[in-house]
């Protein structure tokens, strides 16, 4: 209990911070007791959403941070988080904002501060271009684990062998996950397939862009120094996987509250649990231990990149998305657990 405490201080303060300041902001708005603890409550249920979209993002994260330099890993911890928590909570919500009403990011703060419902409108209406695009990456994420031919352990023999066999077919992930596009596109009407083909495809691009960094920039040569080519482009793809995991925790707090700071207060409570889960995973080997469970993590992202595709047809509760990340995950634990059993005895 004592270890526990030790890696989850820092987000049980937050959390104790960040309900007080949900309690103070109902009072602010609402004026009574009864608007505090409304208030209070969905700060409560946000960071609760958040901590359970995001569990295999905090396994995805430690996989990455198992190989990153000392340093750049407490520069993902410290830098990263505050991007994570200020960045796509706070200033990816008001850019989105900006750019759908063409105006300055000074009046997207006065639309989310005086006019909640216009400002909870554009959001919505930006929907179809973020579930494009962050079900596109998400998808490359997810493929581009399973179909690595040098992938030597399987949960799923039966799937995950044939994948890792059209694996070596250059450009084969690549056309599944446009086949996959193409599909939920030709399901659009045609105002809408030009809006969800040109985000999907900035996601492809977004992600090739990524991968040629990461492995450029921490590519390990003679003409490097050490603090370059320590992990900056594993930094940086584990910074646009964060934010193609948050897009889906941002539109759905919206369902919730309309409130872009109380939005702020549950998701950031939630992205510091995600942290804590990380440092752990990573501090403890849990990895290692529990074989399966980076491909249940792996699992919930396809899982995810298929319900953000499904969102640009019809509405799925983010309730649905957590649970079935969250089973994915606790099946592929106890098939870990199965399998230590096995070896014992």
């Known amino acids: ?66 190989d ?8 993902f911890l410290t830098w990263g988080i505050l991007i994570a928590v200020f960045g796509m909570r706070i200033v990816f919500p008001l850019a989105v904002v900006a750019v759908a009403a063409r105006v300055g990011p000074f009046e997207a703060v006065r639309l989310a501060a005086t006019e909640p419902d216009t400002y909870a409108r554009l959001m919505n209406e930006s929907h179809l271009s973020i579930a494009a695009f962050g079900g596109t990456f998400l998808m490359m994420v997810a493929l581009n684990f399973f179909m690595d031919d040098a992938k030597e352990i ?32 030709l399901a659009l009407g045609l105002a809408e397939q030009a809006v969800f083909f040109k985000a999907a495809i900035m996601g492809l691009v977004v992600f090739m862009l990524v991968e040629t960094l990461s492995h450029v920039l921490d590519a390990e040569s003679e003409m490097q120094s050490a603090a370059r080519a320590g992990g900056l482009g594993a930094f940086l ?9 948050s897009f889906d925790g941002v539109i759905g707090a919206f369902a919730l509250t309309q409130n872009l700071f109380l939005i702020a207060i549950g998701l950031g409570i939630g992205a510091m649990y995600v942290r804590s889960m990380t440092i752990m995973l990573v501090e403890k080997k849990t990895l290692s231990q529990f074989r399966y469970l980076e491909h249940g993590a792996f ?18 509760p983010e309730v649905i998305t957590g649970l079935l990340g969250a089973m994915i995950i606790g099946l592929s634990l106890l098939s870990s657990v199965r399998f230590n059993r096995r070896l014992v005895s």
């Open 237 to 245: 793809y584990l910074e646009v996987l964060d934010a193609s995991f």
């Open 154 to 185: 399987d949960w799923l023999r039966g799937i995950e062998h044939r994948l890792r066999r059209m694996g070596t077919i250059k450009g084969v992930t690549y056309g599944l996950v446009l086949a996959v596009v193409l599909g939920f596109g």
């Open 1 to 66: 209990m004592t270890e526990m405490l030790r890696y989850f201080r820092w987000s049980l303060l937050v959390t104790i911070l960040g309900l007080v300041a949900a309690f103070w902001l109902g009072l602010r708005y609402e004026g009574s007791l009864g608007g505090a603890l409304s208030f209070l409550l969905v700060g409560t249920v946000l960071a609760v959403l958040e901590i359970s979209l995001s569990f295999d993002n905090a396994i995805v994260n430690a996989n990455k941070l198992r």
């Open 299 to 316: 699992y919930s992202i396809l899982a995810l990149a298929v319900i953000m595709f499904a969102q640009s047809l019809v509405h799925v």
């Open 68 to 75: 990153m330099s000392p340093v750049w890993r407490q520069r």
